[in-house]
C-alpha cells in the first residue's frame, strides 16, 4: 500500500463505558449494549462505517482523492491500539493525490456536472482541481 497518508478506522467494543458522556439524553441504553455483546458491536461496526463515510466525504472536500479498503484482516494489528483488545478495525483509507497513470475512461456517455468551489449556491460537489477528469471521464 503506497500513500501520503493510511488511516485506519476502528470502533470501540466497550463503546457503552461512555455511554452517558457520549449520549446525555438516555444514559440508560449504555445497559443494552453493555449486556449484549453481539449487539454491541454491530452498533459500533455500523457507526464506525457511517464515520468512514463522512471522512471520506471531508477528504474530498478539500480536494484530496480517499482509496477506502474493508474487509481487510487486521487481528494482530488491532492488539496495538491503546485499551487492547476493545479495538476493531473497519477499515483502511489512502489519503492523497491519486495517479492517472494507466486508468481509462470508463466507457460511460453520462455526464458530471461540477461547481465551483466558491459558488454562492452551496458547497462543490468536488473541487474544481479534479475538474478536468470528471470531464474526461477518469474518476
Known amino acids: 500500500m503506497a500513500a501520503p497518508i493510511t ?3 476502528a470502533y470501540d467494543l466497550e463503546f457503552f463505558t461512555d455511554f452517558a458522556r457520549l449520549y446525555p439524553i438516555r444514559p440508560e441504553r449504555a445497559d443494552i ?4 455483546p453481539a449487539r454491541a458491536e454491530n452498533f459500533a461496526f455500523q457507526q464506525s462505517a ?14 484530496l482523492d480517499a ?7 487486521t487481528d494482530a494489528a488491532d492488539a496495538e491500539f491503546p485499551g487492547g483488545g476493545n479495538w476493531k478495525s ?7 493525490y491519486g495517479d492517472l497513470k494507466g486508468t481509462r475512461a470508463h466507457g460511460s456517455t ?3 456536472s461540477t461547481r465551483s468551489a466558491t459558488s454562492s449556491d452551496g458547497p462543490a ?6 475538474k478536468a477528469r470528471w470531464e474526461a471521464g477518469l474518476f
Do not use: E, F, W
Not at 125 to 130: F, S, V
Open 7 to 9: 488511516a485506519r478506522l
Open 33 to 36: 449494549y453493555s449486556s449484549d
Open 50 to 63: 457511517l464515520q468512514g463515510a463522512y471522512l471520506i466525504m471531508a477528504i474530498h472536500a478539500v480536494g
Open 67 to 73: 482509496g477506502s479498503m474493508g474487509g481487510i484482516n
Open 90 to 96: 473497519n477499515l483502511l483509507c489512502n489519503i492523497g
Open 110 to 112: 453520462a455526464t458530471v
Open 125 to 130: 460537489i468536488r473541487p474544481d482541481t479534479k
